[in-house]
C-alpha cells in the first residue's frame, strides 16, 4: 500500500528506485571532505542529503523512529478522517513518511563507504518494511479506503489522478491479503518479512568475490587477478580479458556454485510462491504483473517467444560468425565455450551495408594490457580490392587503443579525450570499409595524409554532438546474469523482461515522434504530457496509447526491437556487454 513504487512489497519497491540518473549529486553526498569539529563554525549538524539525524550511523534509528512515530498518528487520522478527498491526501502523506526513510537508507545500505553506517540502514530498511507490510493488513485503515472507493457519488466527485492514486493503493492492500482471515494475515505479514531477509542475503550474495590458492592458477594468468596473500581473489567474470584462459578460469571460480546462495534463493522463490497462492494467485508472476503493460505472465511469454522466433535465424549467424573468429586466433581451441560470447562479440564488428551486404571486418583491441604500445591507432590488416574473378576482397583493419579495464567497482569508462579517440580511429575504419577501389594499394586510408585524416576529424564532431553522444552517453549500471550471481531476481522478480518492452515503447516514441527532429518542441511537449507527467498516476499502457495515438500490439513491440538491429548502416550487431 505505502511503496512510492507500488511493486506489492518494500523489498520490490526499494530496489526499482536504484536507478541512478546522474552522479553529481551522489558524488557530493559521499565524497565531500569530513569537517572537524573546530570547522564546524556555527555548531550546525550536516547529516547525509541535509538531514541532520545522519551525521552518524545511531541516526538511522532516530529517523526511524520518528517515521514510525508520525505513522502513528497518520494512521490515526486516517481513520477518524470522513472519506473524501483527505483520505488520499493522508495516505499519501503515510506513504512519504515511510519511503522518505526507507529510500535513502536503501541506498545507504548498499553504496556508503563506512560498515556502520551500511549495517544502521539495513536494519532501518528492515524495519520500515516489516511496518510497511502490517500497515498493508490493517483492516481499519483498509476499510477507511474502502469508504471512499465504495461510495461512488465521491469517486465520481474525485478528479482523475486522485482517483487513480487511491485505487493504487487499494491495490496494494488486496495483493497483500487484506480479504484474509486474522491468522493468514498474519501469516501473510510473516511470509513478507522473510522474503525482505532472504532478498538482502542473497543480494548480499551475488557481489561477494570467490578466492582460491594461487597455486590452482597456472603462473602465466595470476598478475591477472587481486592477490590476497596466497590466495586469488576473483571478483567478476573479465570477460574483455583477451586471454581465453583468464576468462575460462574467471568464469569458472567466479560462477563456482554456492550452496549457500543456491539455499537462498531457493527459499526466496519458495515463498515469494506461497505468498502469491495465500493472497490468491496461482503463481508469484501473476502476482507481480499486475498493474503493468504487460499485465499477465501470458502476455509476457508470448512476447518473448516471438522476439526468440523472431531472433532466431540471426542468433546462430551470431555465434557461428564468433566461432569462426575463434577459429582464426585460437585454430588449437576452437570450440566456442560459455565464457567466449561476450569477448568475441566485442573483438569483432561485421560491417554490413543494408543493400550491399559485407562489407569488411574490423578487428577491436581496445584494453591495456602488459607491453602494448600507449598510442591510438588503425591498422589496415587486408586492403579491400576486386580479384579476377570479380568478387571484392573484403577489408580487414584493427583499431587499437589503450582504455582501462574494468575493476570491481565498476565497468571501464570512457573520458571525453577517450571517446573522442574512438570516434577518430572508427573514422578511418569506415574510410577502409566503405572503399571500394580496384586497386588494394590505394584502398581506404592508403592516401595522402592531409586526406586521409579528413574521415577520422569528422567523426570527431560527430562525437562532440550533443544528439549523438545522448545515443549512448549515460549513467552506467551493472549486473551479470547467472542465476547465483543475478541480483535481479530480487527487485525485478517475474519483470525482467521489462528492459525489452521499455526498449520497444522507447524504439516507438522515437520514431514515432523524434526520429525526424529530435528538437521538435511539439513532440517534446506532448511526450511531457502524455507520459512525463503522470509519473505512476496513469495506466501505463494507456500513457503510451497517447502518445502513439495507437495501441500497441505485441507484434508491434516485437518488431520494433527488430527493427533496431535493421538500421541504415548495421544489420548485424552483437551485444558486447
Not at 163 to 173: I, K, N, S, T
Not at 215 to 224: A, G, M, Q, Y
Not at 420 to 439: C, I, P, Q, V, W
Not at 460 to 485: K, M
Request: with cysteine; aromatic share 10%; net charge negative.
Amino acid at each position: 500500500m505505502l511503496c512510492a513504487q507500488r511493486l506489492g512489497s518494500l523489498a520490490a519497491g526499494l530496489a526499482a528506485r536504484r536507478v541512478s540518473t546522474s552522479w553529481s549529486p551522489v558524488g557530493a553526498a559521499f565524497n565531500v571532505k569530513p569537517q572537524g569539529r573546530r570547522l564546524d563554525l556555527f555548531r550546525e549538524r550536516r547529516g547525509l542529503f541535509g538531514v541532520p539525524e545522519l551525521s552518524a550511523p545511531e541516526g538511522f534509528y532516530i529517523a526511524q523512529e520518528e517515521a514510525l512515530r508520525k505513522t502513528e498518528l497518520l494512521v490515526e487520522r486516517a481513520c477518524s478522517t470522513p472519506p473524501g478527498p483527505q483520505t488520499v491526501l493522508i495516505f499519501d502523506e503515510l506513504s512519504d513518511a515511510l519511503c522518505r526513510v526507507a529510500d535513502l537508507a536503501d541506498f545507504v545500505k548498499i553504496a556508503h563507504p563506512e560498515p556502520a553506517f551500511r549495517e544502521a540502514a539495513e536494519e532501518t530498511c528492515r524495519s520500515i518494511g516489516t511496518m510497511v507490510e502490517k500497515l498493508n493488513t490493517n483492516v481499519e485503515l483498509y476499510q477507511s479506503l474502502q469508504k471512499l472507493l465504495s461510495d461512488k457519488k465521491l469517486v465520481d466527485s474525485l478528479d482523475v489522478e486522485t482517483r487513480r492514486v487511491a485505487e493504487l493503493f487499494m491495490f496494494d492492500f488486496e495483493i497483500s491479503g487484506i480479504h484474509l482471515d486474522e491468522e493468514k494475515r498474519k501469516r501473510a505479514v510473516d511470509l513478507n518479512v522473510k522474503i525482505l531477509d532472504l532478498s538482502s542475503k542473497f543480494l548480499m550474495g551475488t557481489n561477494f568475490p570467490n578466492k582460491i590458492e594461487k597455486h590452482l592458477l597456472p603462473d602465466h594468468i595470476r598478475h591477472n587477478f587481486v592477490r590476497d596473500g596466497d590466495l586469488v581473489v576473483v571478483d567478476g567474470l573479465h570477460a574483455e580479458a583477451p586471454n581465453d584462459l583468464v576468462r575460462e578460469a574467471a568464469y569458472r571460480i567466479f560462477l563456482y556454485p554456492n550452496a549457500s546462495q543456491l539455499k537462498y534463493l531457493e527459499e526466496l522463490l519458495s515463498n515469494r510462491d506461497l505468498l502469491a497462492k495465500l493472497v490468491g494467485y496461482s503463481t508469484f508472476s501473476h502476482r507481480a504483473l499486475q498493474g503493468t503493460i504487460a499485465q499477465k505472465p501470458e502476455t509476457v511469454m508470448q512476447f518473448l517467444e516471438k522476439l526468440s522466433d523472431k531472433l532466431c535465424e540471426r542468433t546462430i549467424k551470431d555465434f557461428e560468425m564468433m566461432r569462426q573468429m575463434k577459429m582464426k586466433l585460437n585454430p588449437q581451441n576452437s570450440e566456442l565455450m560459455p565464457w567466449d560470447p561476450p569477448y568475441y562479440s566485442g573483438v569483432i564488428r561485421a560491417v554490413v551495408h543494408e543493400s550491399e551486404g559485407l562489407l569488411g571486418y574490423i578487428y577491436c583491441d581496445f584494453f591495456q594490457r602488459a607491453d602494448k604500445p600507449h598510442q591510438d591507432c588503425h591498422f589496415t590488416i587486408r586492403g579491400g580490392r576486386l580479384k579476377e574473378d570479380g568478387d571484392y576482397q573484403l577489408p580487414v583493419v584493427v583499431l587499437m587503443l589503450n582504455l582501462p579495464h574494468s575493476s570491481r567497482n565498476s565497468p571501464t569508462l570512457l573520458t571525453p579525450g577517450m571517446m573522442e579517440n574512438l570516434f577518430h580511429e572508427m573514422g578511418h575504419a569506415m574510410h577502409s570499409m566503405l572503399g571500394r577501389t580496384r586497386y588494394q594499394h590505394v584502398t581506404g586510408t592508403r592516401c595522402p595524409t592531409d586526406f586521409a585524416e579528413v574521415p577520422s576529424i569528422l567523426m570527431e564532431y560527430f562525437s562532440n554532438d550533443y544528439r549523438v553522444v545522448n545515443q549512448f552517453a549515460r549513467h552506467y549500471q551493472t549486473g551479470q546474469a547467472w542465476q547465483l550471481r543475478f541480483s535481479h531476481l530480487v527487485g525485478y522478480g517475474a519483470k525482467y523482461y521489462s528492459y525489452l518492452m521499455s526498449r520497444a515503447v522507447a524504439s516507438m516514441v522515437w520514431k514515432e515522434c523524434f526520429l525526424q527532429d529530435p528538437f521538435n518542441r511539439a513532440a517534446g511537449e506532448r511526450y511531457r504530457r502524455e507520459m512525463l507527467a503522470h509519473g505512476g498516476g496513469k495506466e501505463p499502457m494507456l500513457m503510451v496509447q497517447g502518445m502513439l495515438q495507437k495501441c500497441p500490439s505485441i507484434d508491434d513491440f516485437v518488431n520494433a526491437l527488430v527493427s533496431d538491429l535493421d538500421l541504415d548502416f548495421e544489420t548485424f550487431l552483437m551485444d558486447s556487454k
